[in-house]
């Protein structure tokens, strides 16, 4: 039977995934990729890789997060392990020449916020992850604040990282399907687990 931190990034992971293909997929396919056989499966492999590497960026504060929870509900400091977290989400960010104080403090906002998320549901009752956030936060209401104060988090990181990029319209664009990808996902969710609360 896997256990509660499996459950949670299971779910993690698949939402990652879900969400990498929403933004990956949605690239337009040219006329190329279907006169020329090779650039199909070139495009094809080429989607994988950046699903892939869209997936593991976008699980990383996740992991991090839900790694900390874990520890952090077995006695570890908070403060401890926080500052830890600081120093690997900053050399992350120069080592991918991104950091900026902006885009550093929206990833710690982020870290935060999914610590008490990971805290709740490892701390809930439940066989499926579902069960987990249906016990651990009661109503559709207390999980939506939740899901709203992560999606403002998120999004301010966005704009940090489009400040840092410079490259208006592809960056941006990406940032905005990404995000409506996480919308429609997190709705789908938030319905499935409350389904009862939806009327």
């Known amino acids: 039977m896997p256990t ?16 990498a293909t929403g933004v990956i997929v ?21 989607m994988k ?3 892939e590497t869209f997936a593991t960026n976008f699980l990383f504060l996740r992991k991090l997060a839900l790694g900390a929870a874990s520890d952090i509900n077995k006695g570890e400091d908070r403060r401890n392990r926080i500052a ?6 900053r050399d992350r960010l120069i080592s991918q020449k991104l950091y900026s104080g902006r885009l550093h403090q929206g990833q710690m906002a982020q870290v935060n916020l999914l610590i008490d998320h990971y805290s709740k549901l490892l701390n809930a009752e439940g066989k499926n992850y579902d069960s987990l956030v249906k016990n651990a936060y009661q109503t559709r209401s207390n999980y939506q604040t939740f899901q709203h104060q992560l999606t403002l988090a998120e999004k301010e990181s966005d704009t940090a990282v489009f400040v840092v990029f410079g490259e208006p319209d592809k960056v ?19 319905d499935r687990v409350f389904l009862e609360e939806s009327d």
């Open 172 to 190: 941006w664009q990406e940032i905005l399907t990404k995000q409506t990808v996480i919308d429609r996902l997190r709705e789908k969710e938030i």
């Open 84 to 89: 830890r977290i600081e120093g690997e989400t």
């Open 49 to 51: 890789k950046e699903t």
């Open 26 to 46: 949605r690239r337009p396919i040219t006329i190329w990729d279907f006169l020329v056989p090779f650039m199909f499966v070139f495009r094809v492999l080429t």
């Open 4 to 19: 509660k931190y499996d459950l949670v990034l299971s779910h993690e992971d698949s939402f990652a995934r879900a969400v």
